[in-house]
């Protein structure tokens, strides 16, 4: 019969709850960012997935390395690499409901019509399939979760540098994909 | 509209998470343990709403501490446990009863690590009589130091004004002769003046004559646009200053006040994107370029402004190398920061090389710390110690070349929990660093203080120990 130390069984006792906080304080920004990308019912799959990995690693996550954030973020971004079908199958599925999209304040102030804008977004969508998925989480910490790029190099694990050339790819090829489309530079 | 964009302004709004959705996936989380501690009902602080689509998040201070405070409160009991207190770390501590046994874990043995609490802690400098920037061009003059431009106001306009500390205030500058719809320009010290370029679509020259306290329009180089992200303007020696921009070298000849055609770019040996690091030694620039693209596939490309001759070295090491930033050491040799391929976060596995810029050999350095630095202006070298600003604690990081050890600095007071960004690092005197309005990286960081804020402190003190990391010297091969 396996046997466990008192002191030993007291420590995981206080990593949990130390992990707790974390999710306290974490688990909405982290399921946020999952819903995002897979849905809201794999989101929370994904949300339990990162945390349990979390209470596995806490131990070997030294602070003065990084952030929580961009811990408990990279975690995330990995696990939602499982996903990546579903994510892909997602990004189709609303692109054909473009019509149910509203477009923002932005997008009305801009010399764009709805119509151009839904277009416009097709063709993103498009060109957003074929990227790597190493690239789409680059995109989505910038676009959606409106990270900089010193947490998404933290959180890829990656210089800032590479973050600024992929992010400058990326840009390339969603531009390009426009153009291929007709559109042109407003 | 640009891609990027049309995909930011698709970002789908979702449902926050709720009290009972959370409680059911942290139900999920403990499962395999059969725990009994009650924990209070998880609530989403009611002044911090999940953020919408193209919103930025901030934590409230009360939030983010959440985990020291719980570890603080977790009762501390008698039991010797050979853990190290890391700074800012929630340490779980041990409790003095066990009502439950699950799965357990024992922590890995560490080696010792000093604290970077023993160095010493960063001072208040006087404010700045100017609004609150990051992105700003900064540099050390004898002395003094110069500050201008940097983004933003509130309305999102770049700043174009300044200041100069001439060892005792603070003084705003006078209006420059500078674009003032850019704020990220570039700057460097001749030793007698400090020569300032930015502007968008067309850039704009001017030195500053801290003496004279007045600014004058000087020819500008052929670029179309600079920035501090991209470009780097570098004094080579009294009377020639580099600028080095993705593609092309241009040299300013002080005296003539005159630009140099492009050079380097019509044979195509200065890359144009991808540069990592800059750095000049005598009359030699080199630059750290990514290569390919493909992580380990870096290169160290040389310009020697006296002869006219140029090179490249490719640095390839086992495990990878990819680049972050670029220095000069006091002894001629050049400092290749950067991390192994495929690091994860979290894991210390940064590379550091010496590299003789013109034979081209390499030595493996020290392993540095991991740190994520603000890598858009490079390094401050003071004396034998270059230093680098570190991203999330700011805390400070040094090389010293002395005794190839790195060392660590104590992280800015103000800012210990928060990231900082884009915030250059100035020398004062032979011994002190300054950093000045620190920026964080969200929207609103001028929080506190309506006007700039500056920092000081010594260079850093704390060894850093390398405990062993897979990126250890021995295991490694570099070639040159």
């Not at chain 2, 003059?141 to 205030?169: I, K, M, Q």
């Amino acid at each position: 019969m396996q046997s466990f130390s008192t002191t030993e069984v007291e420590l995981s006792r206080a990593v949990e709850r130390v992990v707790r906080d974390l999710f306290v304080e974490y688990g909405p920004a982290i399921h946020r960012y999952a819903a995002r990308r897979v849905g809201p019912d794999l989101a929370d799959d994904v949300l339990a997935e990162t945390f349990r990995r979390v209470l596995e690693s806490y131990e070997r996550f030294d602070p003065t390395l990084g952030t929580y954030q961009g811990w408990l973020f990279g975690i995330a971004t990995n696990v939602l690499h499982r996903y990546r079908r579903t994510e892909a199958r997602r990004i189709r599925a609303l692109a054909r409901l473009g019509s149910q999209w509203v477009p923002t304040a932005d997008v009305l102030q801009a010399p764009t019509s709805a119509i151009d804008a839904e277009r416009e977004l097709a063709r993103v969508l498009s060109a957003l399939e074929q990227l790597p998925v190493q690239d789409v989480d680059l995109l989505v910490l910038v676009a959606w979760e409106r990270m900089s790029r010193a947490e998404v190099a933290e959180i890829l694990g990656i210089p800032v540098g590479t973050v600024r050339s992929r992010l400058h790819r990326i840009r390339r090829v969603l531009d390009a994909t426009r153009s291929a489309g007709g559109g042109g530079e407003r | 509209m640009k891609g990027l964009r049309v995909f930011e302004m698709w970002c789908p709004e979702v449902e926050p998470l709720s009290p009972e959705a959370a409680e059911r996936v942290w139900a999920q989380v403990v499962r395999p343990h059969t725990t009994t501690i009650e924990f209070a009902p998880i609530v989403t602080d009611p002044e911090l709403p999940d953020v919408s689509c193209g919103g930025h998040e901030r934590r409230g201070r009360a939030q983010r501490w959440l985990p020291v405070v719980a570890a603080a409160t977790l009762i501390i009991g008698g039991a010797s446990l050979n853990l190290v207190f890391l700074h800012d770390r929630p340490t779980p501590t041990v409790g003095t009863s066990v009502s439950t046994i699950g799965p357990v874990r024992t922590l890995p043995q560490q080696a010792a690590q000093p604290s970077i609490g023993e160095a010493p802690e960063w001072t208040s400098f006087p404010l700045m009589p100017i609004a609150p920037r990051y992105e700003e061009a900064a540099v050390s003059t004898n002395g003094g130091l110069f500050v201008w431009g940097g983004c933003c106001s509130d309305e999102g306009t770049p700043h174009a004004d300044g200041a100069y500390f001439d060892g005792r205030e603070w003084r705003v500058l006078p209006h420059a002769p500078l674009a003032q719809n850019r704020g990220d320009a570039l700057a460097t010290w001749t030793g007698a003046e400090i020569i300032v370029l930015n502007g968008h679509d067309g850039v704009r020259a001017a030195s500053f004559d801290p003496q004279k306290f007045e600014w004058r329009s000087i020819s500008p180089p052929t670029s179309r646009s600079v920035s501090n992200a991209d470009d780097r303007l570098m004094t080579v020696d009294a009377d020639h200053v580099v600028l080095v921009s993705p593609g092309e070298v241009q040299i300013y000849d002080i005296h003539e006040d005159h630009w140099s055609a492009p050079i380097l770019s019509r044979n195509g040996i200065v890359p144009s994107a991808d540069n990592r690091g800059y750095a000049t030694v005598g009359s030699i620039v080199a630059m750290l370029h990514a290569g390919s693209g493909s992580c380990g596939d870096t290169e160290l490309i040389v310009f020697d402004t006296a002869t006219g001759g140029s090179w490249v070295h490719s640095l390839r090491t086992d495990g990878g190398f990819d680049p972050v930033d670029l220095a000069a050491l006091p002894d001629g040799r050049l400092l290749a920061l950067g991390r192994k391929c495929g690091a994860e976060t979290g894991t210390s596995l940064g590379v550091a090389l010496g590299i003789d810029p013109i034979a081209g050999s390499v030595t493996r350095l020290a392993n540095p710390p991991d740190m994520a630095i603000i890598d858009r202006y490079g390094s401050l070298t003071i004396g034998n110690v270059v230093m680098y600003l570190g991203v999330h604690h700011s805390a400070l990081l040094g090389y010293s070349a002395e005794d190839d050890k790195w060392l660590l600095g104590a992280p800015l007071v103000r800012t210990s929990s928060e990231s900082v960004y884009d915030t250059p690092l100035m020398a004062l005197g032979p011994d002190r660093v300054v950093v000045v309005s620190p920026g964080y990286a969200a929207a609103g960081f001028a929080c506190c203080s309506s006007r700039a804020e500056a920092w000081t402190n010594s260079l850093p003190t704390v060894p850093y120990v390398d405990q062993g990391t897979p990126s250890s010297k021995s295991s490694d091969s570099v070639q040159g």
